[in-house]
Nanobody, 121 residues
Framework: VQLQASGGGLVQAGGSLRLSCAAS????????MGWFRQAPGKEREFVVV????????TYADSVKGRFTISRDNAKNTVYLQMNDLKPEDTAVYYC?????WGLGSDEYDYWGQGTQVTVSS
C-alpha cells in the first residue's frame, strides 16, 4: 500500500490542523494505521494508532485529549485532527500502516512521505 500524507503547515500555538493520509489499493481496511512524528534532532515517536474498523485507538500521553484520529475505509483515508497545538508538537508527521496492532515504528510496514507541522509560540 502507498501512503500520501498532507495537511501540515504553520500554525500559532493554540491553533488546529487536520492531517490526512490517503492510501492506494483496495486493502486499506486490513491495516492498522498509525501516526508518528519526528522533531529535529530527535527520534521518531509514536503519536496514535487506530484499529482496522476505527473502534480502537491508543494515544501517546503527550497528545491525549488534544488529538483525534479517525479513518474512513470507504475513502481509504485516515485523519489526525490536532487541536490546542503547542510548540513542542512541531515535527514531521508520518502516517504508517501495519498488519498488526503496535506502537513501535518497527512494527509498521508502509510509510507515507511525511508532512511538516510547525507551531509558533
Amino acid at each position: 500500500v502507498q501512503l500520501q500524507a498532507s495537511g501540515g503547515g504553520l500554525v500559532q500555538a493554540g491553533g488546529s490542523l487536520r492531517l490526512s493520509c490517503a492510501a492506494s489499493g483496495r486493502t486499506f481496511s486490513r491495516y492498522v494505521m498509525g501516526w508518528f512524528r519526528q522533531a529535529p534532532g530527535k527520534e521518531r515517536e509514536f503519536v496514535v494508532v487506530i484499529g482496522r474498523s476505527g473502534s480502537s485507538t491508543t494515544y501517546a500521553d503527550s497528545v491525549k485529549g488534544r488529538f483525534t484520529i479517525s479513518r474512513d475505509n470507504a475513502k481509504n483515508t485516515v485523519y489526525l485532527q490536532m487541536n490546542d497545538l503547542k510548540p513542542e508538537d512541531t515535527a514531521v508527521y508520518y502516517c504508517a500502516a501495519a498488519s498488526r496492532w503496535g506502537l513501535g515504528s518497527d512494527e509498521y510496514d508502509y510509510w507515507g512521505q511525511g508532512t511538516q507541522v510547525t507551531v509558533s509560540s
